[in-house]
């Protein structure tokens, strides 16, 4: 047997269903848990997880996308260093495609822009370091998964001595914005489905005071349907007994302290600030800024550019869905207008966007 297919086993999966709705039965309230975590959200549409559970049992979908929730100020500030002369833009795929005010990376690149997908930030240092007449801008988007490598390739940038790169920074947090949401009456959160990838490298203690200053119980929780339907179960059990803890599902992954190698040079690279997320506005403390002693290799305080006035997209509701208070389904743009051929929002860009989860597989 394939190892992932004893996460995939159709009659385990169905053997939780049947045990949470066992234990809901009769409930006159629903319970309402909320996912952080892009590759949970696909999971969950992926493998019908909602159709799964009892009505007493409610899924929503968080601001767990580090692409989608990087506001249009950040994509038209990419947009305006790409059209500087002598400049390279190098990014992961998804940020190509997202739209800013009025164009995005794809469109500018057609008209000239030397914008290249790259898989690593390191491969954006050897650009630099092969190109040292070009000035290469890497965009640093994304939550604390991906902003160790990314500090990383700064090190690695000073180790060799490179004056040619950058790093566009849009670091955000988990913590702090699930803090926000569960203090929300309008979202009444019973429970969170934590990030996984994230968890790996902040811990599950990092949950801690949610459970125990807020009350909501928290499970961190892999991305297979069994590991999906174990966490909620966990979670249900959890509201059920008036609990409320941070347990780890995600044990074969996820310690209690996460990776300290990795938060260690997140804290020499990086450091706190405020930070604006799309749809919901700026956050406290929630995003990682270049520290001082590495303030040459940020983008934004080292190449000053004009960047044009910011529009939002009309009609598109990207930030409500982001906070979790309305599906894709509600929006009248969604599978319409917007689509991931033609993308207005950047839920629909992304490959863990929540609009580019129900498009494939909710429909």
């Known amino acids: 047997m394939n190892y992932l297919d004893e996460f995939r086993d159709r009659q385990v999966v169905l053997g939780f269903a049947e045990r949470i709705r066992g234990l809901v039965t009769g409930r006159s309230t629903p319970m309402t848990f909320m996912e952080i975590c892009g590759t949970h959200t696909m999971a969950i549409y992926q493998y019908g997880i909602r159709s799964l559970l009892p009505a007493e049992v409610r899924l929503i979908s968080g601001p767990g996308c580090p692409v989608c929730v990087t506001p249009n100020g950040y994509v038209d ?14 990014t992961f795929g998804d940020m190509v495609r997202v739209p800013g005010s009025s164009t995005s990376l794809m469109e500018e690149r057609a008209r000239g822009a030397d914008i290249r997908i790259v898989y690593s930030p390191l491969d954006a240092v050897a650009l630099a370091a092969r ?33 040619n790169y950058f790093v566009l920074t849009a670091h955000k947090t988990i913590p702090v914005p699930m803090q926000i949401l569960a203090a929300d009456p309008e979202l009444s ?9 994230v968890s790996a490298i902040i811990g ?12 909501v119980p928290c499970v961190v929780t892999g991305f297979e349907p069994t590991d999906v339907m174990q966490g909620v179960e966990m979670l249900v059990r959890q ?4 609990e409320s803890r941070v347990e780890n599902q995600y044990r074969r992954v996820v310690t ?7 938060q260690a040079v997140l804290a ?6 405020d930070v604006e997320w799309r749809g919901i506005g700026v956050i406290p403390g929630s995003g990682l800024r270049i520290a001082e002693p590495y303030a040459r290799y940020d983008a934004e305080r080292a190449i000053p550019v004009a960047v044009e006035e910011l ?8 930030g409500e869905i982001l906070k979790g208070k309305v599906s894709p389904f509600d929006c009248p743009l969604f599978a319409t207008t917007c689509t991931p051929e033609a993308p207005v929002g950047a839920c629909m860009v992304s490959s863990e966007g929540t609009c580019a989860a129900a498009y494939k597989y909710g429909r």
């Not at 260093?81 to 833009?89: H, K, N, Y």
């Not at 890497?138 to 060799?160: M, N, Y």
């Open 256 to 262: 209690a302290e996460g990776n300290a190698r990795a």
């Open 268 to 273: 020499q690279v990086f450091t706190p600030c």
């Open 77 to 90: 500030r990419a947009i305006a260093l790409a059209r500087l002369p002598g400049t390279v833009i190098a």
């Open 239 to 242: 509201v059920l007994a008036g």
């Open 204 to 215: 599950a203690n990092a949950y801690r005071p949610l459970a125990e200053e807020q009350g």
């Open 189 to 197: 959160i019973d429970g969170y489905l934590c990030p996984a990838h």
């Open 311 to 318: 529009q939002e997209h009309r009609g598109c509701l990207c």
């Open 131 to 163: 190109n040292p007449q070009l000035q290469v801008i890497f965009l640093g988007v994304g939550f604390e998964t991906t902003a160790p490598a990314i500090a990383g390739s700064i090190l690695a940038a000073e180790q060799r001595g490179l004056a």
